[in-house]
């Protein structure tokens, strides 16, 4: 999708769920940060982190697996 289409698209869900809960699996980082309130990280079907998108941008095993970062020990 362009940036357009994924704008129309995050406000379209913000608007059908306002009030009600929402599971969804997405594996674009930047759409679940702006959609989420608090998040669940799997990594081969296992749960490695949840908590609000600040405390699963900082989660070392997050950034490791899905953000594309090495962190340093």
Do not use: C, W
């Not at 999708?1 to 929402?22: D, F, H, K, P, Q």
Request: proline share 1%; hydrophobic share 40%; glycine share 6%.
């Amino acid at each position: 999708m362009s940036s357009e289409e994924t704008e129309y698209t995050l406000n379209l869900i913000r608007e059908v769920t306002a009030g009600r809960a929402l599971l969804i699996v997405e594996h674009d980082m930047d759409v679940v940060f702006k959609l989420a309130d608090r998040i669940s990280v799997l990594v081969y079907g296992e749960v490695i982190a949840t908590g609000t998108p600040d405390e699963i941008r900082q989660h070392r095993g997050v950034r490791e697996a899905y953000l594309g970062e090495e962190v340093a020990a």
